[in-house]
């Protein structure tokens, strides 16, 4: 009973770290109509980014990932204007090729310039708490926190200012959106800013979980993709309900399968899912096109 809780507790923390990118991917695709493949190398970009702030003399590493997921909003704000805008008209299968193409650009970068060694933020050693075998660790609690701050201002912007219903709008038809007169553009580049901060505070809530390494996003895009399809294709709701229950399967199904296939288990269970709701958790059939 004891290691069942405690693997739950990785799996919701986990999950709630992988709901980042899950979420990020599900606003392209729910507004764009393409899976954004790059997403997985934003996190990595964000995760390094803060690295090298760090070890360039910010002190905070609070303050270093701010300034990282700036300059990553910065990179997927323009990657949208200069290659995905272009793209828009053209079939889903172009944007994906190009965010596969951006993805490869931006790991053999971060290659060139950091190299393949393994690095690790700079954090204070901190034992974990322990309540009868249950152990959590302070670390962890501040990771599942960050990360539901984050998803706490996601869902206001969605859902509670006129940027949400404005991109909702935009989402269901852009010509009447622009009919409306939505400036479609700017609206746009705000999501891809946005995108681009979440992605890259995904990547340093994994890389402080873990190590950080040019293919630490790539690792995970598949499983934030999976979470995606898993909650609804289009629904941000169903991507975090996704992700993390994609996330306690993979950590519960460890003392059965073992650590290298959990993975294999995550995707039966998205079968599985599928098989039964097509549309995914909290998809509509109109949502996937």
């Known amino acids: 009973m004891t290691e069942f809780l405690n693997l739950l507790i990785n799996g919701?923390?986990?999950?709630?770290?992988?709901?980042?990118?899950?979420?990020?991917?599900?606003?392209?695709?729910?507004?764009?109509?393409?899976p954004n493949a790059a997403t997985g190398d934003f996190m990595t970009a964000g995760a390094y980014a803060t690295i090298g702030l760090q070890?360039?003399?910010?002190?905070?590493?609070?303050?270093?990932?701010?300034?990282?997921?700036?300059?990553?909003?910065?990179?997927?704000?323009?990657?949208?204007?200069l290659i995905f805008r272009k793209l828009a008209r053209q079939p889903m299968v172009a944007s994906l090729l190009a965010a596969i193409g951006l993805g490869f650009l931006i790991r053999s970068l971060i290659s060139l310039f950091a190299g393949h060694d393994q690095r690790t933020f700079q954090l204070p050693l901190m034992r974990a708490w322990n309540f009868n075998g249950v152990r959590i660790l302070p670390t962890d609690l501040a990771i599942a926190g960050v990360a539901l701050a984050c998803l706490a201002v996601v869902f206001i912007l969605l859902y509670k200012t006129s940027f949400g219903r404005q991109l909702r709008a935009v989402?269901?038809?852009?010509?009447?959106?622009?009919?409306?007169?939505?400036?479609?553009?700017?609206l746009l580049i705000s999501l891809w800013l946005l995108v681009g901060a979440l992605s890259s505070?995904?990547?340093?809530?994994?890389?402080?979980?873990?190590?950080?390494?040019?293919?630490?996003?790539?690792?995970?895009?598949?499983?934030?993709?999976a979470a995606m399809v898993l909650g609804g294709i289009?629904?941000?709701?169903?991507?975090v309900v996704g992700?993390?229950?994609?996330?306690?399967?993979?950590?519960?199904?460890?003392?059965?399968?073992?650590?290298?296939?959990?993975?294999v288990l995550a995707f039966g269970v998205l079968?599985?899912?599928?098989?039964?709701?097509?549309?995914?958790?909290?998809?509509?059939?109109?949502?996937?096109?």
């Open 12 to 34: 919701v923390i986990e999950g709630l770290v992988v709901a980042l990118p899950a979420l990020a991917m599900t606003l392209v695709m729910g507004v764009n109509r393409f």
């Open 55 to 81: 070890l360039a003399g910010v002190p905070s590493l609070v303050l270093a990932a701010l300034i990282g997921a700036l300059a990553i909003a910065a990179t997927s704000a323009a990657s949208y204007f």
């Open 171 to 186: 989402a269901d038809s852009p010509d009447l959106a622009r009919a409306s007169g939505i400036r479609a553009r700017g």
């Open 201 to 225: 505070v995904g990547g340093v809530l994994l890389g402080m979980k873990a190590v950080v390494m040019p293919d630490l996003g790539w690792e995970h895009l598949i499983p934030a993709f």
């Open 234 to 239: 289009g629904s941000p709701v169903g991507a």
């Open 243 to 263: 992700a993390v229950l994609l996330c306690v399967a993979q950590e519960l199904s460890v003392p059965f399968l073992g650590a290298s296939y959990k993975l």
């Open 271 to 289: 079968a599985i899912a599928l098989l039964i709701r097509p549309a995914g958790l909290f998809g509509r059939i109109e949502l996937v096109r």
